[in-house]
C-alpha cells in the first residue's frame, strides 16, 4: 500500500477541503441567484443567512471579482456571476445526479461485479447482462471473464471472481447454487461427411449408444459435460470414444467443422455457426440429452447481503431472457 508523507498528506487534505469548500460556495451561489434574496436562498437551504453570506464573499474573493449586485429589493448577478452560472449548474446537477446514483446503488447493496460465464452463456447473455447492468447501476463496474466452469471456480476460490453461469453437474465443494434453466444437448457435426469419420447411418437418427461409439472431442475431466458423457454411458452400458480432449470450445467447433470429428454442445455455442452453415446438428434418436444451467458462488462470501441481491438481478435477467425466446435451445425447468 502506498504511504504518503505528512507534507503530502496534508496538501492532499487541504486540497480535498478548498474542493468541498468551493462546491459549497457555488451550491450557495446558484441558490442566492435563483431565490433572488440570501434570506429566501437560507430558507431553502436550510442554513444560517451568516454562513450563506460568508461562503459567497470567501468566492468572491477568491475570483477577484464581484459575483452580485447587492440591494434592498433583489440580488442579481453581476456579468461574471451569470457567467459562473451558466457553467457550474451543469455541474452541480450532475453531480447531485452522481450523487443520488451512488445513494441508491449503496442502499441496494449492489457494487462492482465480476461474473464468470462458460462459453455458450457468454455469446447468448454477455451482451444482454451488460446492457442492463448499466441502465441499472451506472456507477457499478461490471467485469464478465469467459472460461470453462473449473476456470471460473478457481477464479472464485482466488476472490477474483464473485459469481459464475455455468451448466452443472458442477462438482465444487462449498458453494451454492440457483437452478436457472434447462438446455438441450446437441450432437454436431461437419457440413460434409468428410473422409476417416464414421457413417451417420442413412437416416442420420442416432441411438445413444451409437452417439457413443462416435470420435468425440470433449473438454477434459472435471467438466460438467464430460460428467455428463460419462452418466450417459454408464445408463447405457457402452464406453464413450473420447478421440480428443480439448478445453477450448472454439477449438472444438473448429475441429468438427474440419471432419476431425463429432462434438455434443448446445445451441446457445453454435447458433452462429448454424446461421452461417459452418456445422450441422445431427438428429438423434433419444431426447434424454439435457442439462441445467445454473448460478453458483462461493458459500463463505464475505458479503452474502450483497451477494444475494445480486444473484437475484441476475436470475430475473436469465429468465427473461429465457422467456422472451432468446436463449436458443433453452427452456425453464419444472422442478
Request: charged letters at 20%.
Amino acid at each position: 500500500m502506498l504511504m504518503l508523507s505528512d507534507d503530502l498528506q496534508y496538501a492532499v487534505s487541504a486540497w480535498k477541503a478548498r474542493l468541498a469548500m468551493n462546491l459549497r460556495s457555488l451550491r450557495y451561489f446558484a441558490a442566492v441567484v435563483q431565490a433572488g434574496s440570501f434570506t429566501e436562498a437560507s430558507r431553502r437551504l436550510n442554513i444560517a443567512q451568516p454562513a450563506v453570506s460568508r461562503q459567497i464573499q470567501n468566492l468572491e474573493v477568491e475570483l477577484g471579482v464581484a459575483l452580485l449586485i447587492r440591494s434592498r429589493r433583489r440580488v442579481e448577478p453581476t456579468g461574471a456571476g451569470r457567467y459562473l452560472l451558466e457553467r457550474a449548474m451543469p455541474l452541480l446537477l450532475e453531480l447531485d445526479r452522481a450523487k443520488s446514483v451512488i445513494s441508491a446503488q449503496s442502499k441496494a447493496h449492489v457494487g462492482d461485479l465480476v461474473i464468470g460465464l462458460t462459453t455458450g452463456e457468454g455469446l447468448t447473455f454477455a451482451s444482454t447482462l451488460l446492457q442492463k447492468w448499466r441502465e441499472m447501476f451506472p456507477a457499478a463496474k461490471l467485469t464478465i471473464l469467459e472460461g470453462l466452469a473449473p476456470l471460473i471456480f478457481s477464479g472464485m476460490r482466488a476472490g477474483t471472481i464473485h459469481v459464475g453461469i455455468a451448466p452443472e453437474p458442477l462438482a465444487f465443494d462449498g458453494i451454492w447454487t440457483r437452478r436457472l434453466f434447462k438446455e438441450a444437448l446437441v450432437l454436431i457435426a461437419p457440413t460434409e461427411t468428410a473422409a476417416g469419420l464414421p457413417s451417420l447411418g442413412e437416416t442420420g437418427l442416432l441411438t445413444m449408444p451409437d452417439l457413443l461409439r462416435l470420435p468425440l472431442i470433449a473438454p477434459s475431466e472435471p467438466n460438467p459435460l464430460r460428467r455428463q458423457i460419462a452418466m450417459i454411458s454408464s445408463r447405457h452400458g457402452v464406453p464413450a470414444h473420447i478421440s480428443a480432449e480439448i478445453d477450448s470450445m472454439s477449438i472444438i467447433k473448429d475441429l468438427v467443422s474440419r471432419g476431425l470429428g463429432y462434438a455434443l454442445t448446445t445451441h446457445a455455442h453454435i447458433a452462429r455457426e448454424l446461421e452461417h452453415g459452418v456445422l450441422r446438428v445431427v438428429p438423434l434418436a433419444s431426447p434424454e440429452l439435457e442439462r441445467h444451467v445454473s448460478l453458483f458462488g462461493l458459500r463463505e462470501g464475505a458479503e452474502q447481503a450483497a451477494e444475494a441481491r445480486t444473484a437475484d438481478f441476475l436470475e430475473r435477467l436469465v429468465l427473461d431472457t429465457v422467456d422472451a425466446g432468446l436463449w436458443p435451445g433453452a427452456f425453464k425447468h419444472s422442478d
